[in-house]
């Protein structure tokens, strides 16, 4: 299937950096499909126009309206992948634009933005400020940022066909902040203040002017008012503000997990593992050397610690700042999902696999049951002992297949049918201990998981699965922000500001509705 091609080029007053970006567009000419400049300034007559189709506005219209210009003459000319530069941007190796749509198909992500177009995405050490890196395979890798940049950016002809264009009340500032914001809006992207490029850009592509001081648009003496116009036409469209906090942004988009309006195809049957793993490298070989890797098709690790001493054949997503669970569990779902994983299962670091069936019974007990969500018993309270386990209520679907039930659950072995996440979302980010509590309460009122207080294992998983006996809980102790018993408290307000309700006054339903619920699932599964 062919990939068309198409390269907009914005430019005002800047002749001769216009010029260094065409002669470094020379050698991509094998590349380049279709390639347009959008002149918003004085007219240019002092060097050779022949290199591609060109628009001379006849009055300065902005930023915003010379990119839409760029943009509807590439999609008239139905190209494919679309990619839009300032003229202070030179490429400095002609694959950036199939490195760029190669991140795009095996990701699912639909527009990235260049990163290092000024120092905002750099650390006062002057490293980048890199939130999150994701191996999608050996030779492709996605970092997420926390600011975004518009002098080179990279969309699908669907992203753009689905989203619109860019809002042409934007003059010069903030065209391209409002226009990704409404493309992670729509799942196209990630999510707001984790602005996606692929790994290592600063190597494909240099900026001319990195402090701006050849800036056209901030020579203009209506600059500043120009600029808080956008911000407060942003803020009031997006009800967020833009100059606030950085991580409120996570919090308050949609935790999008990039579901099927990205280009993600779901294999059937694909067995996805994620790993979560922190400062435990000893716990983590265990249940490495545990797996039955023969019968996992994609496995990833997300360590939110310390780098680990070997290395293990994997993916491997590693933070280079401390993250708490529910951030990496985020990670590997993405990830899995985005590798087209039917069947998802999370471990956690400190559990060891007993036997190699493990992901079949679990596979096969969702597809009896009609559940998508099941979470191993361990050490969850009322729950009984290893071997000797008390549940609420146990169902036989078939002679195969027997799940039971429990009143309290635990999180260090889970599964979900894909579909659990496309409907559900992911963790919640906001809850650093309950996050798991959030998700199965989210869960059951889908109809994925069982009802509430009536958590599903396999009948016999202690045959499967096991907590490893000399692990120790990471998340229990005290910790430098206070204790254990103290941030939890808050994160329960947390919950009831959520849910309008406690966790311990959520109903419970008796047995009989239970079994006739669960009964009646199992049934109906798949009509």
Not at 85 to 91: K, R, T
Not at 125 to 133: F, S, V
Not at 418 to 428: H, K, Q, V
Request: hydrophobic share 35%; proline share 3%.
């Amino acid at each position: 299937m062919s990939n068309k091609i198409g390269i907009g080029v914005i430019t005002c007053n800047r002749p001769e950096y216009l010029r260094r970006l065409l002669v470094s567009l020379v050698q991509c000419e094998s590349i380049i499909d279709e390639l347009v400049v959008v002149n918003d300034g004085k007219p240019i007559t002092d060097f050779d126009l022949s290199q591609g189709e060109w628009i001379d506005n006849k009055v300065n219209l902005g930023v915003g309206k010379s990119k839409n210009l760029a943009l509807r003459h590439l999609l008239e000319k139905k190209c494919d992948s679309i990619f839009l530069l300032e003229d202070d941007i030179v490429i400095k190796d002609k694959e950036v634009f199939n490195k760029y749509i190669e991140a795009s198909n095996i990701s699912g992500i639909q527009h990235f933005n260049f990163a290092f177009h000024g120092s905002d995405n750099y650390l006062p050490n002057g490293t980048p400020a890199i939130r999150l890196k994701v191996e999608y395979s050996k030779d492709k890798a996605v970092c997420f940022y926390p600011n975004v940049y518009g002098a080179f950016s990279f969309y699908t002809k669907e992203c753009l066909e689905a989203v619109g264009l860019m809002d042409e009340e934007y003059y010069n500032a903030m065209e391209h902040v409002d226009h990704t914001f409404f493309i992670s809006q729509a799942g196209m992207t990630s999510p707001f203040r984790w602005f996606a490029d692929i790994a290592d850009s600063n190597k494909y592509i240099e900026e001319l002017d990195k402090n701006h001081s050849g800036s056209e648009i901030r020579r203009d003496g209506k600059w500043i008012a120009n600029f808080q116009k956008a911000v407060t036409r942003f803020a009031e469209k997006s009800k967020i503000n833009v100059t606030g906090p950085t991580d409120v942004f996570w919090t308050k988009s949609k935790l999008l997990i990039l579901s099927n309006k990205l280009k993600r195809n779901m294999e059937k049957n694909k067995i996805g593992v994620g790993i979560v793993t922190y400062n435990s490298e000893d716990y983590f070989k265990t249940l490495y050397e545990s797996l039955p890797l023969a019968k996992i098709n994609e496995l990833v690790v997300v360590n939110g610690g310390n780098h680990y001493r070997e290395n293990y054949a994997c993916h491997w997503i590693q933070h280079n700042t401390n993250c708490y669970p529910a951030i990496c569990r985020n990670d590997a779902v993405n990830f899995l999902m985005n590798r087209g994983c039917e069947h998802i299962f999370l471990i956690e670091d400190d559990m060891i696999i007993k036997d190699p069936s493990i992901f079949e019974k679990y596979i096969k007990a969702s597809e009896a049951s009609g559940l998508k969500y099941f979470s191993y018993v361990s050490t969850s309270w009322e729950s009984g002992e290893p071997g000797n386990r008390t549940p609420r209520l146990t169902v036989e679907y078939t002679p195969e297949v027997s799940i039971s039930f429990y009143k309290n659950m635990c999180n260090e072995f889970t599964y979900h049918h894909y579909t659990a996440f496309e409907d559900t979302g992911l963790y919640d980010t906001q809850f650093r201990d309950p996050f798991d509590i959030d998700m199965a309460y989210r869960e059951s009122l889908q109809g994925h998981a069982a009802p509430f207080w009536w958590f599903a294992d396999v009948t016999g998983s202690d045959e499967l699965v096991c907590n490893n006996p000399v692990a120790v809980s990471r998340l229990q102790a005290d910790r430098p922000d206070g204790s254990r018993e103290q941030k939890i408290q808050e994160q329960w307000q947390r919950f009831v500001a959520k849910h309008g309700v406690m966790v311990n006054q959520i109903q419970d339903i008796t047995k009989d509705k239970a079994l006739q619920r669960l009964i009646m699932r199992g049934k109906n599964y798949g009509k």
